[in-house]
Every structure is written in structure tokens, then in C-alpha cells.
């Protein structure tokens, strides 16, 4: 009886071993696949780091760099402008109406007013050179364009901005210029050189 009962004993406890070995084969897979599964998403994450920080490398775009900013008479007359304008103004060119002047709060219908200055350009700006306050806008008259050039100029000088106005046939000396900006801003007139010079001569002739 005894030798039956050692024998159950023995088998149950073969059963419970293998049972035990079968849960720990089942298991272990198990394991690695959600190990697997956590270090892919880390080794994803760094590959799209990786290229997000590789500088995209395009073909040559058909872009050239343009030989100047201004062309023509616009150039001559920006270079006649730095040399006339007092010291402590710049000289910014085709400067947006809409950059000048904003729209006064509480107007009726604003987007109307906005609308009419935001495509407009001016040729160039007189601005403070520390500040960039506005000073003085320079406009070329251009042909049939009376009643835009009325409407721009009513807009700056009822914003306290002065207008000079020049024609494209006649372009003034620097010394001309200097004069027309000092009138527009009030302020005294710097003469050049070779302004001064003829002046001088005539004095020594009337002295002698």
C-alpha cells in the first residue's frame, strides 16, 4: 500500500514539474517578442530624427542673383538722393504705402482704406536712419496717373508725411535735390562744393 502511494506521489509530482516547464517554454517567446516589439519603436523614433536633421540636398533651382536692386533712372536717382539727403536719413527704395501708414481705429469700413493702399508703392523713402521713422517720400510722376498720384499724396500729407514729387524727364542736379528736400522737411540747406565755388568767385570779382 505504502510502495502505491509513493508511486502516486512520484507521477504527481513528474506532472506538476513537466506542467511547470511547459508554462516557463510558453512564456519565454512571449517575452521576446514584446522586448523585440519596445526596442523597435526607439531604434524608429531615432532613424526619423536622424533624416529630420539631414539637410535635404535639391537639384539647382533655375534662380539667378540679379546684377542690381534698382535699374535705370531709379538707380541715378537713388544715388542723387543718398548724396543730397541729410546725414541722418536713409534712403529705402519702393517702400509699400501699407508699410507707411496704417488705417486710424474706429474707421467705418477699414478694409475699404486698407485695400486701397495696399498694393501702392513708393519709389523712395526719406527715413530716420536710428529710428526708420518716416521723414520724406520721394515720387517719380508717372504718365496718366494724376488720380492715383492725388490720392497718395492726400494720404501722406494727412498723415503728417511730406510729399516731394519729381518727373522722370527732368531728374534735378544733387544740389537741386538738396534744395527741394531741406523745403519738404524744413530743414537747412547742405550745398556742395560745387555749388558754393561760382558763388565764391563772383564775390571775389565784386571785391576787386
Known sequence: ?????????????????AGFIVALAAMHPRRRAV???????????????????????LPR????????????DHRTLFAALNAAA?????????VRLADIL????????????????REIVIDFVLCDAQTTAPRLAVLV???????????????????????????RDELPSVDALALQI?????APVRLSLSSTEPQMHHERGMAR
Do not use: C, K, W
Not at 86 to 94: C, G
Not at 102 to 117: A, F, K, L, N, S
Not at 141 to 167: N, Q, S, Y
Not at 182 to 186: T, W
Open 35 to 57: 522586448t523585440s516589439g519596445r526596442s523597435a519603436i526607439p531604434r524608429a523614433s531615432a532613424a526619423s530624427q536622424r533624416t529630420s536633421r539631414e539637410p535635404e540636398f
Open 86 to 94: 541729410p546725414e541722418d536719413l536713409a534712403v529705402l527704395p519702393d
Open 102 to 117: 496704417h488705417v486710424e481705429p474706429h474707421t467705418t469700413q477699414p478694409e475699404r482704406y486698407q485695400e486701397r493702399i
Open 182 to 186: 531741406a523745403a519738404a522737411l524744413g
Open 61 to 72: 533651382l533655375p534662380y539667378a542673383r540679379n546684377a542690381h536692386l534698382l535699374t535705370g
Open 1 to 17: 500500500m505504502e510502495s502505491i502511494v509513493a508511486i502516486t506521489f512520484t507521477i504527481a509530482a513528474l506532472l506538476v514539474t
Open 141 to 167: 510722376m508717372h504718365p496718366g496717373e494724376a488720380r492715383r498720384a492725388a490720392f497718395v499724396d492726400a494720404a501722406l500729407i494727412g498723415a503728417g508725411l511730406p510729399v516731394l514729387r519729381l518727373t
